[in-house]
């Protein structure tokens, strides 16, 4: 069974940092293109940052480039997005997600197969 749990959400002030993680079981997510999305209230649901497992291509939406950073750590099966410069614009619940599939896609993210249940992030003074 493929789970997908994310951790590291919570409030932070304009200007903060947070790092979230996706740690994977029942799938090496080395082996999976993945990708981190966000959904704000009365929003729809927003790609952030993607990695392309066939090639490694990292992609950025334009909100949170040069402040955002994915990662994986291989060893820990464990994929990560590092958050610096907060905006309150940033608060959402932020998810992970997985597919067996060569891409990266900050779209709808209805390509990829697997989520996990999401965690909070707050930005306010």
């Known amino acids: 069974q493929v789970q997908l749990v994310e951790s590291g959400g919570g409030s932070v002030q304009p200007g903060g940092s947070l790092t979230l993680s996706c740690a994977a079981s029942?799938?090496?997510?080395?082996?999976?293109?993945h990708g981190w999305f966000r959904q704000a209230p009365g929003k729809e649901r927003e790609g952030v940052s993607c990695?392309?497992?066939?090639?490694?291509?990292?992609t950025y939406s334009d909100s949170v480039k040069g402040r955002f950073t994915i990662s994986i750590d291989n060893a820990k099966n464990t994929a990560y997005l590092r958050m610096n410069s907060l905006k309150p614009e940033d608060t959402a619940v932020y998810y992970c997600a997985a597919a067996p599939l060569s891409m990266c896609d900050l779209g709808s993210g209805s390509a990829y197969d697997f989520w996990g249940q999401g965690t909070q992030v707050t930005v306010a003074s």
């Open positions: 990695i392309d497992n066939s090639d490694d291509r990292i």
């Open positions: 029942g799938i090496t997510l080395r082996y999976y293109s």
